[in-house]
């Protein structure tokens, strides 16, 4: 675990801006696994399959949603229109594997106000949130 991430945790609470829900180059895409698109058609009350039709893009062989000018498809005013069945992805936000290295951390910081905000969120969870993160790019 990276030096910034202290013992004690990491203080994250979302406050709802949708600034993740919106491309930063190099985040730019809500990638999809099987489960996830299972997820979100179940939760829009439609098959798997009408629900990656309408709504998914693949790139490089890897399901990702569909982005309006750069922000995701489900992202109404600054609200996820999906919430409850969003991805493991933005469940999984900020604790992505590939968001631990300090700069990388600093640099998400600049953007995401939850950061640094609410509660303590103890080490060990963390690491349960980055497994599985871990897990579900291992589906992709
Ligand atoms: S699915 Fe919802 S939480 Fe995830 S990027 Fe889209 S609007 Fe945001």
Known sequence: MPDHIPRAGVRFQ?????????S????GYVYVTLADRRRLAATLGIKTQQFTR???????????????????????????AVYDGRPTQC???PFWPENM?????AAIAEFCPGIGQGNLIPLDT???????????????
């Open 14 to 22: 979302c406050q709802g801006s949708g600034n993740c829900c919106v």
């Open 24 to 27: 930063h180059g190099e985040y």
């Open 54 to 80: 309408r709504y998914c893009i693949k790139t490089e062989g890897l399901f990702h949603l569909d982005m309006k000018n750069g922000d995701c498809v489900f992202l109404d005013g600054k609200r996820c």
């Open 91 to 93: 469940r999984t936000w």
């Open 101 to 105: 290295p300090a700069k990388r951390w």
């Open 126 to 140: 963390v690491r349960e949130i980055l497994s599985e993160q871990r897990r579900s790019n291992a589906e992709l």
